[in-house]
């Protein structure tokens, strides 16, 4: 597949007539109960067949270090990304922001995974551990900096038990985790009966979704006009640069070259799922405005359209 013909994928097309859409005014709408249906098939197929990739693979040093650099990863970027975003942002908005790029998007990863795919490249499944292993601990450290730079009085601050359980128990935390043990323990038999349902239905079901996210996109565009180009620069300028130091990560780790380009996906992507349910009820304060806007409105297109292709590009002649 070429660079042109994964602009005209499927998937891509889709995302593009969502946007579209609201370019034209149209009133196409997807209702949320079939968003949240789509949304926990997604995980749910994402995690299963990590999982059975994972009964195939033996846990060697060779996986364990990608494996626990990708956590250390989710946990120093919100320390970086929060100064910077401090310099436009209130605190709270902030501390949002910095959880949102630790964070990650299970699409955008799903997307450079069919993206290898159909281009033949293999990966390991341990790679969806990873995705999975990222998504909470940005969280924990967004809401240790607001409450750090933002509490007067610390009885108004939630109490750590129940931030650990907000970020545990979300549901696209849960799901995805909890299908990825599922289908590290299902049998072949069991992993058989669900081929259809998992792998089958799943191309499908995701452009439907990306039809979904170029509507909200488009909308949450909008939203960021008020603060000028700082984060247009912002959320351009953040998975260039966590590209490109994943990409000198997974060089020196020895990664092959599917799972470094899934490794710096993840490290460039930003969260717009599990970031805004945990923050919504555990720091009100903060504008969802702000922080998805940057994640699906600016970050998102640019990963989907030319930083997946462009993360391959670069890895396929550093590896060959």
């Known amino acids: 597949m070429s660079s042109w013909e994964y602009l005209i994928s499927p998937a891509i097309l889709f995302f593009l007539l969502g946007a579209l859409a609201v370019l034209v005014k149209s009133d196409l709408e997807i209702p949320d109960s079939v968003l949240k249906v789509l949304s926990l098939y997604l995980l749910f197929a994402l995690g299963f067949?990590?999982?059975?990739?994972l009964q195939k693979t033996e846990f060697t040093a060779e996986i364990v270090i990608p494996l626990l650099v990708a956590t250390a990863a989710s946990f120093v970027i919100p320390f970086l990304v929060y100064p910077v975003a401090r310099l436009r942002f209130s605190r709270a908005d902030a501390a949002a922001v910095a959880a949102t790029y630790g964070s990650v998007s299970a699409v955008t990863f799903m997307t450079a995974a069919s993206y290898l795919?159909?281009?033949?490249?293999?990966?390991g499944g341990y790679m969806v551990a990873a995705l999975a292993l990222m998504e909470s601990p940005a969280i924990?450290?967004?809401?240790l900096l607001a409450r750090r730079k933002d509490a007067k009085d610390p009885s108004e601050n939630p109490s750590w038990a129940s931030v650990v359980?907000?970020?545990l128990a979300n549901k696209s935390v849960l799901v995805l985790l909890g299908s990825l043990v599922v289908g590290i323990v299902t049998p072949e038999s069991g992993i058989k009966s669900l081929a259809p349902?998992?792998?089958?239905?799943?191309?499908g079901m995701l452009c439907f979704f990306l039809l979904d996210l170029g509507i909200v996109a488009a909308r949450r565009i909008g939203d960021l006009k008020a603060g000028g180009f700082f984060p247009l620069a912002l959320g351009l300028g953040f998975p260039i640069v966590a590209g490109a130091v994943a990409i000198s990560v997974a060089k020196i780790l020895g990664l092959r070259e599917g799972d470094a380009v899934l490794f710096a996906i993840l490290?460039?992507?930003?969260s717009y799922i599990a970031v805004p349910a945990a923050f919504r009820a555990a720091l009100p304060a903060?504008?969802?405005?702000?922080?998805?806007?940057l994640a699906l409105g600016v970050t998102f297109p640019f990963n989907l359209l030319l930083g997946i292709p462009l993360a391959y590009s670069i890895i396929h002649a550093l590896w060959a």
Do not use: D, I, M
């Open 267 to 270: 490290c460039a992507s930003g």
């Open 165 to 167: 359980h907000e970020c």
């Open 49 to 53: 067949k990590g999982g059975t990739e």
């Open 197 to 203: 349902f998992v792998s089958g239905l799943f191309p």
């Open 140 to 143: 924990l450290v967004g809401l």
């Open 286 to 293: 903060a504008n969802p405005s702000v922080y998805v806007g």
């Open 117 to 123: 795919e159909a281009r033949g490249t293999p990966f």
